[in-house]
Each structure stands twice: as structure tokens, then as C-alpha cells.
């Protein structure tokens, strides 16, 4: 009878609200993941059941419980901002039940409960490639501008420490994550005339922030844009137009990415959703279906939790980012990561590829 019952994914995003685009990538994603390698995995038939959170913490943990208790879910996923992965990991522990965070990217998420696992990334994996880059390239003098709450200050702390260390200089600003207006800040970037602004926004917000750094002329002063990939998210690149040229960042993915299995995930996910191009955010979601598809087959089908997460731990596969494997120490991700220069590709833009720094584990963890 076991093996006839659906395995049942609790997927909560915010599919309404500012940081909707992360949920409807995601949503996509898991969509798209399920129409092309199959619903069924170790012999049970995946079911996912979404909700909506509207990125609201309370609203999480809510619908959290309620997937738990009620639908009785084995896995909930999803988790598009850092407060919403950290509401439910209390949870998570006292149901054990794994929590496949898709999309948050605080260093310190997995330590709030042996049941998270990531398929995203963390900003000091992504940041410290950026500093070390800068610091290699006649970068000594950096404004950091990130939004203050915790992957920010995640990326400026890791920015900051790691460029420090190779002998530059750095001043930081802090911008708030609900109806952020850059102006004000970008104003004191100006004055401090440093060679490069490094930010930090989450997805979404990237077109916004642009925009006002060329409305203050930042660039036309010789401020270089570095950053982590998510200014110049994929999903709003095309809509920021040519203000996004030549900015440098670091990241675990880009639509770019030049392998035959990212060329052929780019152009089904169009296929699916027509004027769309997938994000970091899509992998994200695209790669937690495939870690529990992939659980589920070692387990033969048994979704309990402890047996979920010991198969978890050391799975690897070759993503459309490239190879990835889940930390059995961490159970964050290890991954490459890309350092790329927004620029055209034909009519589009598009942030392309020129440097790997292979097989990144989360720095702060592995430095403890
Ligand atoms: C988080 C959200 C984002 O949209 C992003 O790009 C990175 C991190 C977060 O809340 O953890």
C-alpha cells in the first residue's frame, strides 16, 4: 500500500507580493523538473501541493504547520527569503521533516535545524570569489551597498573581511528590504568617489537599483559595478537594458552558462513560459526536486525524514550550473562559482561566464 501513497512536497513561495518573481521562477522550476524527469522516483509518485506566503514569516510557519499536520506532507520546500526558511526550522526539526530550502541564502540557515538541506547558495560563497577578483584586478578602494538584513550582511561581511585581508579599503552602507530607495545612499557612494560599488540586492530588486546609479552617474564618475549575481538577476536582466554593461559579479549560475545541458533547460524552460528566462532562483528550485527525486530512489521510496536527509548528505549530480554536491557536513551546496561581465550576446543581455573558481564550499562553515 506504502509504495502506491504519493510522497507528498509541501512547496511554500512567495507567489504574491514584492518578491513574487523568486516564486513564480521556482514554481516554474519545480513544474518544469516534473515534466522532464518524470513524477515518479523510487517508485512513489511525487505530489507537490503550493502555497503562497506572499513572503510573510508568519504566513510560513502557518502554512508549514498546517502541511505537516493536516496533508501530512514528507518534505516541505521552497523558502524564497532568509526570515521565511528560518521560521520553519523549528518545525522542520520537531516533525523531522526535511526542508529544502530552494532559494534563502544566509550562511547560517542550515544550522538552524538537521532537517535543512540547500540547493541555492550562500552570499559568502558568492562574495568572496568578488573580493578576491576586485582585489586581483587594481580594485583597492570599495563602498559596499547591501540590504540590511541577513544574506546583506552576509555579502559585506564576507566582501569586506576577504578584501581587507588582500589589502584594500572598504566603507559600508546598509539599505532597507522593504521599499528601498537607493537614492540617498547612492549619494553618499558618490562622494566617497571609490573605485567600485559592491551590492548586494536580493532577486527582483536589481532593475530598481540600477536604474538609480546611473540616475545619480555613478557610472559616468568611474564607479565600477561589481557585486553577487543577484543585481543582474536573469529574470529582469533584459528589462534593465544597456545600464547592466559591463558589470562584474560572481555566481553560481547564469542562463549563459555554455554546456549542452543548460542550452537544452534554457530553451524547454522558455518553452514552458514564454518570456521567461530562468534565474539562479529556477536552478535553485529545479535542483531541490531533483535532490528529493534523488533521495527517494537510494531510499527505495521511504520518505521518513531521517532516512531523507542521511541519503541527502553526500548526493552529487551534474547540475545545469555544473557538478554540485550536498556538504554532508553542512548540507549546504559545493559549487562553482562564476565570475561573469554583463554584456551582449546577439540582441540580448546576458551575464557571460569568463572565470571558474571550482568546488566552493560555504567559507564560514568550513572555516569552524
Ligand atoms: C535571499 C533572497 C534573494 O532574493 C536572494 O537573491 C538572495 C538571498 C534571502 O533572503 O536569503
New binding site residues.
Partial sequence: ALAQEAVKIGLILPMTGP?AS?GKQIDAAVKLFLAREGATHGGRKLEVILKDDAGNADATRRLAQELVVNEKVSVLAGF???PLAMATAQIATQAKVPEIVM????ASITEASPYIVRTSFT?PQASEPMANWAAKNGIKKVFTVVTD???GIDAETSFANTFKEAGGTVESVRIPLRNPDFAPFLQRVSEAKPDALFVFV???VGAQFMKQFIERGLDKAGVKLIGTG?VVDDDILEGMGDVALGAITTHHYSAAHDSPANKAFVEAFQKANPGMRPNFMAVGGYDGMKLIAKALDATKGDASGDKLIAAMKGASWESVRGPVKIDPDTRDIIQNIYVRKTQKLGSELHNVEFETIKDVKDPVKARK
Avoid at 532559494?103 to 544566509?106: E, L, R, S
Fill in positions: 518578491f523568486t524564497g527569503l532568509t532559494a534563502a541564502a544566509t552570499l538584513y541577513g544574506p536580493p532577486s527582483g543577484d
